[in-house]
């Protein structure tokens, strides 16, 4: 999801990130970056969680499998957030705002492992609807019409992402509504408070 949530930032409206004066290939570079942080790492750590036996499915179905992964994904991505805030001059010059959605997608994935602790919410409904509010709140807090078209795509794209957890007996639909609820909570939130 931040990988889809940043390509159509840095390409549909990359002015909201202060990345418009940029090349293409500068901002698919920083894309390519956010992905391997956002998804190829965590990825990579739940396999080997999954091979080490800390965790019994790649699925991650049960509460006690969902745990770890969640709090290790976490802390990944306030690394990230911090590498971008802090360590990477341009970045954090030019586009703070980067460093600042990343750190709360960082919050949602923490949030989603205190849960987890003893209910099990939706993690895809987190991110889903994460990317939703925070397409929803910059287009709404800066006007950018845009952004009409790929939330308008998000929203479909969220009945399908909830219908197949549903489908798949993976959650119900309060842990659905929940997941997307607070996605969309803490994403508006940082986009109203932060940016």
């Avoid at 790649?58 to 971008?84: G, I, K, M």
């Avoid at 989603?112 to 609807?129: D, K, R, T």
């Avoid at 998000?154 to 997307?180: D, W, Y």
Wanted: aromatic share 10%; with cysteine; net charge positive.
């Amino acid at each position: 999801m931040p990988t889809l949530l940043f390509g159509v930032l840095l390409f549909q409206a990359p002015g909201v990130l202060g990345m418009d004066a940029f090349s293409i290939s500068l901002r698919l570079s920083l894309l390519v970056l956010i992905s391997v942080g956002t998804f190829a790492v965590p990825a990579l750590l739940i396999y080997y969680l999954f091979r080490s036996g800390y965790v019994q499915s790649l699925q991650l179905d049960t509460l006690a499998d969902r745990r770890l992964p969640y709090f290790l994904t976490a802390c990944v991505y306030l690394s990230l957030a911090y590498l971008f805030l802090f360590r990477m001059q341009l970045v954090s010059t030019i586009a703070p705002e980067i460093g600042i959605l990343v750190g709360s997608i960082a919050v949602s994935i923490l949030l989603v492992g205190l849960i987890s602790l003893s209910w099990q919410i939706s993690a895809h409904s987190v991110g889903i609807g994460g990317t939703v509010g925070a397409i929803a709140s910059l287009m709404l807090k800066f006007s950018i019409t845009d952004l009409f078209f790929p939330l308008l795509i998000l929203v479909i794209l969220t009945g399908f992402v909830a219908s197949a957890r549903l489908k798949l007996n993976a959650h119900t639909p309060a842990q659905i509504g929940a997941g997307l609820a607070l996605g969309v909570v803490v994403s508006w939130l940082t986009v109203l408070w932060l940016l």
